[in-house]
């Protein structure tokens, strides 16, 4: 929403400031104070220090706050950050570290709050929005879309090919679901319902509208667990699995784990969404013509497109093959040096991109902060005590019956990076207290649903809310397709798992 207030000529501003110093503090700024103070002033529970009550009450304001967000994401995890290193020695350490000769609190917890900044995992996603801005700025990413929607856009089906097969080839190096999907691949197809007069919040909006944007977000979703480039949370789902269970993935492990999966639900999901959401116009020229005429416009492949398009194939290569010779981090930041060598974009393109700035501030602070939680023993404690229930189940019964409550729990969460925060460190500690279970399947197991579970809700991941805002999707219909193709995604990767993971 825009800041500035339009009126006549004549008409008084207020300055935006006084403006905002004038307004009542919202419910939802001080939601996550009065969260982390009640579950403070509640006495510790039976086998938990008191410190790390205290550490887990910030924690869950901070929860809280990214649920709220009443400022930015990256604000809150720095506020949390800033508040534990603050109060570090009544919310991080132990008496027993307190008392050690020569421990100095302020020295210990100034390098845990800057921890997740030296994370290659979080460095990785950076670096991961610049590529992402290498095919926005270099128009290779809407000149993809625009060709398949031309080749294949004659019948509305496999139209709604077209558009997965775009998301699919945008997926494995744009880690922000949001940029591919809404920045890149919804302002081609928006422009296609129209041609058919298929308008947006009206009865029309079923003729061709509703299905194609139905496909595009449902797209994103499966491809954001096929990669483990293709959502940002996935790499910070695999640094939280890494300290929480000391087990890690290569790329190549997490593609070879879904790829069944991912390759059965792309394959279906057009003519799933056909059958259950159907459109009414089957087919016409219009769509590829328009296309075609777009990509006149855009002319003859430029040299920068050609260049991102050999380093980004490249970085592929790297990751795939290189892993057990060359860090995918230090691949990832070669490629960006490359880039800006190369002048596919400029430094000043990436001073500028703020979303990356603020994704590294956003991500390096929950890094720490799920850390921390693991730190202070919080993580163990309701672990043990969650698997206390646990009894009786089988390992395999218990994996299966985790990994549901993990995926349908995202009903109660806005953010994947939130739900990744808060859940992933808990279930795998109660997945590390049962006896049998094989933890490194069970992290892999939780870790690949991040991305389908965006299907679920109008707020379930940063591309739904363009999707559902477009007008093409009733509301009703939205909650009816998210729990119908949440049922369906979630049963066909626990069938899947259970013959290629388990």
């Given at each position: 929403?825009?800041?500035?207030?339009?009126?006549?000529?004549?008409?008084?501003?207020?300055?935006?400031?006084?403006?905002?110093?004038?307004?009542?503090?919202?419910?939802?700024?001080?939601?996550?104070?009065?969260?982390?103070?009640?579950?403070?002033?509640?006495?510790?529970?039976?086998?938990?220090?008191?410190?790390?009550?205290?550490?887990?009450?910030?924690?869950?304001?901070?929860?809280?706050?990214?649920?709220?967000?009443?400022?930015?994401?990256?604000?809150?995890?720095?506020?949390?950050?800033?508040?534990?290193?603050?109060?570090?020695?009544?919310?991080?350490?132990?008496?027993?570290?307190?008392?050690?000769?020569?421990?100095?609190?302020?020295?210990?917890?100034?390098?845990?709050?800057?921890?997740?900044?030296?994370?290659?995992?979080?460095?990785?996603?950076?670096?991961?929005?610049?590529?992402?801005?290498?095919?926005?700025?270099?128009?290779?990413?809407?000149?993809?879309?625009?060709?398949?929607?031309?080749?294949?856009?004659?019948?509305?089906?496999?139209?709604?090919?077209?558009?997965?097969?775009?998301?699919?080839l945008l997926a494995p190096f744009?880690?922000?679901?949001?940029?591919?999907?809404?920045?890149?691949?919804?302002?081609v197809i928006r422009n296609l319902?129209?041609?058919?007069?298929?308008?947006?919040?009206?009865?029309?909006?079923?003729?061709?509208?509703?299905?194609?944007?139905?496909?595009?977000?449902?797209?994103?979703?499966?491809?954001?667990?096929?990669?483990?480039?293709?959502?940002?949370?996935?790499?910070?789902?695999?640094?939280?699995?890494?300290?929480?269970?000391?087990?890690?993935?290569?790329?190549?492990?997490?593609?070879?784990?879904?790829?069944?999966?991912?390759?059965?639900?792309?394959?279906?999901?057009?003519?799933?969404?056909?059958?259950?959401?159907?459109?009414?116009?089957?087919?016409?020229?219009?769509?590829?013509?328009?296309?075609?005429?777009?990509?006149?416009?855009?002319?003859?492949?430029?040299?920068?497109?050609?260049?991102?398009?050999?380093?980004?194939?490249?970085?592929?290569?790297?990751?795939?093959?290189?892993?057990?010779?060359?860090?995918?981090?230090?691949?990832?930041?070669?490629?960006?040096?490359?880039?800006?060598?190369?002048?596919?974009?400029?430094?000043?393109?990436?001073?500028?991109?703020?979303?990356?700035?603020?994704?590294?501030?956003?991500?390096?602070?929950?890094?720490?902060?799920?850390?921390?939680?693991?730190?202070?023993?919080?993580?163990?404690?309701?672990?043990d005590t969650i698997g206390a229930?646990?009894?009786?189940?089988?390992?395999?019964?218990?994996?299966?019956?985790?990994?549901?409550?993990?995926?349908?729990?995202?009903?109660?969460?806005?953010?994947?990076?939130?739900?990744?925060?808060?859940?992933?460190?808990?279930?795998?500690?109660?997945?590390?207290?049962?006896?049998?279970?094989?933890?490194?399947?069970?992290?892999?197991?939780?870790?690949?649903?991040?991305?389908?579970?965006?299907?679920?809700?109008?707020?379930?991941?940063?591309?739904?809310?363009?999707?559902?805002?477009?007008?093409?999707?009733?509301?009703?219909?939205?909650?009816?397709?998210?729990?119908?193709?949440?049922?369906?995604?979630?049963?066909?990767?626990?069938?899947?798992?259970?013959?290629?993971?388990?």
């Amino acid at each position: 929403m825009s800041s500035v207030v339009q009126g006549g000529p004549g008409a008084q501003k207020t300055p935006k400031a006084a403006t905002e110093r004038s307004l009542p503090p919202s419910w939802k700024a001080l939601a996550p104070i009065a969260v982390a103070l009640v579950i403070a002033l509640v006495p510790a529970p039976e086998g938990l220090p008191q410190h790390a009550w205290y550490f887990f009450a910030i924690f869950a304001g901070v929860i809280v706050g990214l649920m709220l967000e009443p400022l930015p994401g990256a604000a809150i995890g720095l506020i949390g950050v800033a508040v534990v290193t603050v109060l570090a020695p009544y919310v991080l350490f132990s008496p027993a570290d307190l008392a050690k000769a020569g421990f100095k609190p302020a020295n210990a917890s100034l390098t845990w709050a800057l921890s997740g900044f030296s994370n290659t995992t979080v460095w990785l996603i950076f670096a991961a929005f610049m590529f992402a801005l290498g095919y926005e700025k270099t128009g290779l990413g809407r000149r993809i879309a625009l060709w398949l929607v031309k080749t294949m856009g004659r019948k509305t089906l496999t139209l709604g090919y077209a558009v997965t097969i775009a998301d699919v080839l945008l997926a494995p190096f744009t880690p922000s679901n949001t940029a591919r999907s809404g920045g890149t691949v919804y302002p081609v197809i928006r422009n296609l319902p129209a041609l058919y007069d298929s308008k947006p919040n009206d009865p029309s909006s079923r003729r061709i509208g509703g299905y194609l944007m139905w496909v595009a977000i449902a797209a994103t979703c499966i491809t954001s667990s096929m990669f483990l480039t293709g959502l940002a949370p996935n790499l910070l789902a695999i640094e939280i699995i890494n300290k929480t269970a000391k087990v890690s993935f290569t790329w190549m492990d997490w593609f070879v784990a879904f790829a069944p999966v991912g390759i059965v639900l792309l394959l279906t999901l057009p003519l799933l969404a056909y059958v259950l959401y159907k459109p009414e116009i089957k087919g016409g020229n219009e769509v590829p013509d328009w296309a075609q005429g777009e990509l006149a416009q855009m002319g003859g492949l430029t040299a920068k497109e050609v260049g991102l398009a050999a380093l980004v194939i490249l970085a592929l290569a790297l990751w795939i093959f290189g892993g057990d010779v060359i860090n995918a981090t230090t691949v990832a930041i070669g490629v960006i040096a490359l880039m800006v060598i190369g002048r596919v974009v400029s430094w000043d393109d990436i001073l500028s991109n703020k979303p990356a700035w603020n994704t590294l501030v956003w991500f390096a602070t929950l890094v720490a902060l799920a850390d921390g939680l693991n730190r202070v023993g919080f993580v163990k404690w309701f672990a043990d005590t969650i698997g206390a229930q646990m009894t009786g189940f089988s390992p395999t019964m218990a994996m299966l019956l985790l990994a549901a409550v993990f995926f349908f729990t995202h009903y109660l969460f806005a953010s994947v990076t939130a739900h990744v925060t808060a859940m992933l460190p808990v279930m795998l500690a109660v997945g590390m207290g049962i006896p049998g279970m094989d933890i490194r399947t069970f992290a892999m197991l939780l870790a690949l649903t991040l991305g389908i579970m965006g299907i679920l809700t109008p707020y379930a991941t940063g591309p739904s809310p363009v999707y559902y805002g477009s007008g093409y999707i009733p509301a009703k219909d939205y909650w009816r397709l998210g729990a119908i193709f949440g049922v369906i995604f979630f049963t066909v990767f626990i069938v899947i798992a259970m013959f290629w993971i388990l």
